[in-house]
Structures are given as structure tokens and as C-alpha cells.
């Protein structure tokens, strides 16, 4: 099981980075989509990961991606992606409720 400390996650929010700097250097010059000139896997995949790391507890700033973002707004305008966008702010909305019940068990223990 891998053990997660300060530095650990600062060497996968490093990582995270370096990944997002490649993709946001090499990908999107000639298409408005990861892979060719229509909605793809790939897309979807892409999308899901940059909503997961980007979910308010983990604080990850993706200001510095602007075609990443361009990318994702215009996806999340295609009729055909509607329903992946739906189900992505279902799970964000989950994951800020969930951090909320988190926060609210650590200040009950402090204040214990």
C-alpha cells in the first residue's frame, strides 16, 4: 500500500504539473479535441481525470492551462457531452459535500 505524506504529494502535484505543461505544449495546435477532429475516448478520459484533480479539496490550480481550458469549455458545450458533463458535476458536487463532512469531523475532534 502506498503511504501518502507531505512529500509524496507534493511529488505527484509536481508530477501532475509536468504532465498538464506536456499536454497543454503538444496537444490542441491543429484540433479543437485530444485525438483527431471529433469527440473521442480520449477526450472523455481526460476530462474525467482533470475534474478529479481539479475538485476544491486538493486545491490544483489549472490557471496556468489556458488551451487545457479552452479545451474542457468547449467540450462541455457539445450535445454529445452532455451527459459526461452532468455526471462530472454530480461527482464534484459529491466530492465538495464529502469534503465538507471531512472538515466538519476535524474541527469536532479538535474542539473535543
Known amino acids: 500500500a502506498r503511504v501518502y505524506n507531505k512529500e509524496s504529494i507534493e511529488e505527484e502535484v509536481k508530477n501532475a504539473h509536468e504532465s498538464l505543461t506536456k499536454i497543454e505544449n503538444l496537444m490542441f495546435k491543429d484540433s479543437k479535441f485530444v485525438v483527431g477532429t471529433e469527440l473521442t475516448i480520449a477526450d472523455t478520459n481526460l476530462y474525467t481525470v482533470i475534474e478529479q484533480i481539479s475538485v476544491p479539496v486538493l486545491k490544483f490550480d489549472l490557471s ?49
Open 64 to 112: 496556468a492551462y489556458p488551451k487545457l481550458n479552452g479545451w474542457k469549455a468547449h467540450l462541455e458545450t457539445l450535445d454529445s457531452f452532455k451527459d459526461v458533463s452532468k455526471l462530472s458535476e454530480e461527482l464534484r458536487e459529491t466530492a465538495e459535500r464529502s469534503t465538507k463532512i471531512v472538515e466538519d469531523g476535524q474541527k469536532r475532534i479538535k474542539n473535543y
